[in-house]
C-alpha cells in the first residue's frame, strides 16, 4: 500500500513538472504574442500616418487649391440649346396663338 502512495505521489509530481512546464511556455508564447501585436501596431499607425501625407500632398497645394480637381479633363463646351427662342409664358405655348 505504501508503495503504491509513493507511486501515486511520482505520478502527481510528475505531471505538476509537466504542467508548470506547460504553463512557462504558454506564458513565454503569449509574452512574444503581445510583443508582435505591439510591432505591427506601431507599423499600421506609421504606415496610416504616410497614407496621410499622401493623401494630403495629392489633394492640397500651398495655397490651398486642388491639384486633384485641376488634374480632371475639362467638360465640353455645349451650346444653349434654348439660344434664341422666345419664352411665350406658361399657356400660350401649349394652346397656340391668342387672338
Known sequence: MKKKQEAEK???AAAKAKADALK?????AAKAAAAKKAE???KAEAKR??????????NKTVGGTSRFAKSKTP???MK??????EYKGLFGGLFGKKK
Open 40 to 42: 505591427m501596431a506601431k
Open 49 to 58: 500616418r504616410e497614407m496621410a501625407k499622401k493623401t494630403a500632398a495629392l
Open 10 to 12: 511520482a505520478k502527481a
Open 75 to 77: 467638360a465640353p463646351k
Open 24 to 28: 512557462k511556455k504558454n506564458a513565454e
Open 80 to 85: 444653349d440649346p434654348l439660344a434664341g427662342k
